[in-house]
T-cell receptor, first 114, second 111 residues
Framework: DAGVIQSPRHEVTEMGQEVTLRCKPI?????LFWYRQTMMRGLELLIY????????DSGMPEDRFSAKMPNASFSTLKIQPSEPRDSAVYFC????????????FGEGSWLTVV | GQQLNQSPQSMFIQEGEDVSMNCTSS?????WLWYKQDPGEGPVLLIA?????ELTSNGRLTAQFGITRKDSFLNISASIPSDVGIYFC???????????FGKGTHLIIQP
């Protein structure tokens, strides 16, 4: 079975450019999470959706960050404009309430803003 | 906000030794989970704990959900080279909530 699929795996972009990260959750899962991982701050929850509805976006750093989930099989995390301090690994994860809420992670999108 | 304190930050051990790491929280969680992350990969779930006092094993791994619901430990017995990686504890309040992660324990095994 396919796991959580993220793209791109790696991106290097210049400061000020728009970055769009994409995620396809595991089929049938109804919760989707976006996390950011850095050496300094570890794994931080940015935002999560239940049944495509954003539930808690208190972890989103600032207005430059936005996330959407137009349907049950796709989500995007957008950074506009990007800054060097946004460099991190961004993970998407999904789960299904009823399966012990086990949360499965994708392999991450490695973002470098120069 | 909630914080998880995970210790130790890193461990340097010999192959075959047992490993113990733990997490404490400033507030209660209703679910505790332990993940392992290999370089270049996302975290992979090792053990999930759903009840206070619960002790669960998965092969050489054993984890416990503290009675106070504010702590958990993970033990690895007879470590092998493939155990190398970063181990994260995570707490969850409600079933549909996101996870709060500890900062991780880097496990390094010397042959």
């Amino acid at each position: 079975d396919a796991g959580v699929i993220q793209s791109p795996r790696h991106e290097v972009t210049e400061m000020g450019q728009e970055v769009t990260l994409r995620c396809k959750p595991i089929s049938g899962h109804n919760s989707l999470f976006w996390y950011r991982q850095t050496m300094m701050r570890g794994l931080e929850l940015l935002i999560y959706f239940n049944n495509n509805v954003p539930i808690d976006d208190s972890g989103m750093p600032e207005d430059r960050f936005s996330a959407k989930m137009p349907n049950a099989s796709f989500s995007t995390l957008k950074i506009q404009p990007s800054e060097p301090r946004d460099s991190a690994v961004y993970f998407c994860a999904s789960s299904f309430a009823g399966d012990g809420n086990t949360i499965y992670f994708g392999e991450g999108s490695w973002l470098t803003v120069v | 906000g909630q914080q998880l304190n995970q210790s130790p930050q890193s461990m340097f051990i010999q192959e075959g030794e047992d490993v113990s790491m733990n997490c404490t929280s400033s507030s209660i969680f209703n679910t505790w989970l332990w993940y392992k992350q290999d370089p270049g990969e996302g975290p992979v779930l090792l053990i999930a704990l759903y009840k206070a006092g619960e002790l669960t094993s998965n092969g050489r791994l054993t984890a416990q959900f503290g009675i106070t619901r504010k702590d958990s430990f993970l033990n690895i017995s007879a470590s092998i080279p493939s155990d190398v990686g970063i181990y994260f504890c995570a707490g969850q309040l409600g079933g549909a909530d996101g996870l709060t992660f500890g900062k991780g324990t880097h496990l390094i095994i010397q042959p």
